[in-house]
Nanobody, 121 residues
Framework: VQLQASGGGLVQAGGSLRPSCAAS????????VGWFRQAPGKEREFVAG????????YYTATMKGRFTFSRDNAKNTVYLQMNSLKDEDTAVYYC???????????????WGQGTQVTVSS
């Protein structure tokens, strides 16, 4: 499966963005998807995950309550609604896919190219 992330941008602190990740291939619904982010000088970290059906989502503690992960398998697309953005959310955001749920970037087989999110105060 090939992934393409988009929808990042520049936003003021407290604002919102909704990056998306579009997948090619008819088997997208057989993959769990995760969002990761990487800030300059830092390791890539897990942000959120969603199972194949979209009925189960999970988030790291700092994102829970601010971010909402959803998917539309008919459109082969996932969405990350990000609200109440903070300076520390600034990073390149990547979507990734694998057959089962996971929180470690090493577990993921397919990656999008990343989309830049910049939060200014």
């Amino acid at each position: 499966v090939q992934l393409q992330a988009s929808g990042g941008g520049l936003v003021q602190a407290g604002g919102s963005l909704r990056p998306s990740c579009a997948a090619s291939g008819r088997t997208f619904s057989t993959y769990a998807v995760g969002w990761f982010r990487q800030a300059p000088g830092k390791e890539r970290e897990f942000v959120a995950g969603i199972n194949r059906s979209g009925l189960s989502t999970y988030y790291t503690a700092t994102m829970k309550g601010r971010f909402t992960f959803s998917r539309d398998n008919a459109k082969n697309t996932v969405y990350l609604q990000m609200n109440s953005l903070k300076d520390e959310d600034t990073a390149v955001y990547y979507c990734a896919a694998r057959e089962g749920l996971g929180t470690l970037y090493r577990e993921y087989d397919y990656w999008g190219q990343g989309t830049q999110v910049t939060v200014s105060s």
